[in-house]
């Protein structure tokens, strides 16, 4: 079965880090791009960011660009979001998503929670 | 960064009803675009791709259409299980952006 599985969210204060992981399988995880999604409670999906299959392409959005950081260890079949400098704005559910044909994010994980609040 | 408006916010439909949401571009993306349904609590679900490209396992009552700026998704006939937010996605450049999303609810 083809799956992504998160990990690493939690409560952290304001200014605080954390490191998000996502786990895959079912798949060959290095043939594939990946991203990370996060959604504020109550509100909409936000692209955060983009990391190509060998990791030597990387794009961000504009609010977390600095702070936070993508990476992936195709050996492992995992993805990596480093968060730095956490800010409440930052709260939300955070997926990995597979990104397949047509640049679709086909496959997402449930999701992990990330809560900043002092 | 391309701008994604999807209309209208909020839709009452009954079962056996055919819904159209609209998804609109700020500039032109070819057919990079693709929806999402999501229901609470729970991951989106990709339904179509590239515009019109349906994706494996997911019902024929679900169609796409559009290129350029404009985009429709199309439900033939709503099922219960199709209450849900629908999202649409631009992957043409980065940032990729969503719309903010349609609700179906039921009437």
């Known amino acids: 079965e083809v799956q992504l599985v998160e990990s690493g969210g939690g409560l952290v204060q304001p200014g605080g880090s954390l490191r998000l992981s996502c786990a895959a399988s079912g798949f060959t995880f290095r043939s594939y791009e990946m991203n990370w999604v996060r959604q504020a409670p109550g509100k909409g999906l936000e692209w955060v960011s983009y990391?190509?299959?060998?990791?030597?392409?990387?794009n961000y959005a504009d609010s977390v660009k600095g702070r936070f950081t993508v990476s992936r260890d195709n050996a492992k079949n995992s993805l990596f979001l480093q968060m730095d400098s956490l800010g409440v704005e930052d709260t939300g559910v955070y997926h990995c998503a597979r990104q397949g044909l047509g640049n679709a994010l086909d496959i997402w994980g449930q999701g992990t929670m990330v809560t900043v609040s002092s | 960064d391309i701008q994604m408006t999807q209309s209208p916010s909020s839709v009452s439909a009954s079962v056996g009803d055919r819904v159209t949401l609209t998804c609109r571009a700020s500039e032109g993306i070819s057919n990079w675009l693709a929806w999402y349904q999501q229901k609470p609590g729970k991951a989106p679900k990709l339904l179509i791709y590239t515009a019109s490209s349906l994706k494996s396992g997911v019902p024929s009552r679900f169609s796409g259409s559009g290129s350029g700026t404009d985009f429709t998704l199309t439900i033939s006939s709503l099922q219960p299980e199709d209450f849900a937010i629908y999202y649409c996605l631009q992957a043409k450049s980065f940032p990729w952006t969503f719309g903010q999303g349609t609700k179906v609810e039921i009437k």
């Open positions: 990391i190509s299959s060998s990791g030597g392409s990387i």
